[in-house]
């Protein structure tokens, strides 16, 4: 079974520095598709970035990218210039693309200092 | 577009009760469908899958007796929880997958649901 860990469960980072979140996972399936979601206050999920395990590029929106190792399962997310808003949970997620379902791990609650 | 609407947002209810929740996607069709639960200050736990006209499949641990789902149509998947009990309480969430946006699901805001 898939697994996905998180190992910080709170992180603080000054407004405009820079931070990085880290996942790393665990799967026997060579293809598949990894997520970083944002769930401000509201709970709504919002999908912050995409990677497919395929492509060795790693992905790229805005301030946020990831570091994407395949052979470690390592999926980290860097977001610069911290805003304000980017206060949230914070939960990275796994896809199979056997049977489409979503693992997430448990998720890292980030505070942004003004 | 690919917006997922649940209903209703929130709901308290009496202990013994059931309650439904309705997940639609709006603007396109779901060929599958995916509840999720979610308690304070935790991950989303997938509690079961449901694809238009058959039965949900299950996680491991997961009441289908207590928790039943219909997905009666492509755009709407239904998710009643049966005499409800305090520790059903929980914030549930629905997740929508078209099938033609193989890499992304589609979230509702979330019900949260609180039995007394």
């Known amino acids: 079974a898939q697994t996905v860990t998180q190992s910080q469960p709170e992180m603080s980072v000054q407004e405009a520095e820079t931070v990085t979140l880290s996942c790393t996972y665990d799967?026997?399936?060579?293809?598949?598709?990894l997520f970083w979601y944002k769930q401000p206050p509201s709970r709504q999920m919002i999908l912050v970035i995409r990677?497919?395990?395929?492509?060795?590029q790693n992905a790229t929106e805005n301030r946020f990218s990831v570091n994407f190792q395949k052979a470690a399962k390592s999926f980290s997310l860097k977001i610069s210039d911290s805003q304000l808003g980017d206060a949230a949970m914070y939960f990275c997620a796994y896809r199979s693309q056997r049977d489409d379902k979503i693992i997430f791990g448990k998720g890292t609650r980030l505070h942004i200092l003004p | 577009g690919a917006v997922v609407s649940q209903h209703p947002s929130w709901v308290i209810c009496k202990s013994g009760t059931s309650v439904k929740i309705e997940c639609r996607s709006l603007d396109f069709q779901a060929t599958t469908m995916f509840w999720y639960r979610q308690f304070p200050k935790q991950s989303l736990m997938l509690m079961a899958t449901?694809?238009?006209?058959?039965?949900?499949?299950?996680e491991q641990g997961v009441e289908k007796d207590k928790f039943l789902i219909n997905h009666a149509s492509l755009t709407l998947s239904t998710l009643t929880v049966t005499s409800a009990h305090p520790e059903d309480s929980s914030f549930y969430i629905c997740?929508?997958?078209?099938?033609?946006?193989?890499?992304?699901?589609?979230f509702g805001p979330g019900t949260r649901l609180t039995v007394l």
């Open positions: 997740s929508a997958d078209s099938g033609r946006y193989k890499d992304e699901q589609f």
């Open positions: 799967t026997s399936e060579s293809d598949y598709y």
């Open positions: 449901s694809n238009e006209g058959s039965k949900a499949t299950y």
């Open positions: 990677q497919e395990a395929y492509k060795q």
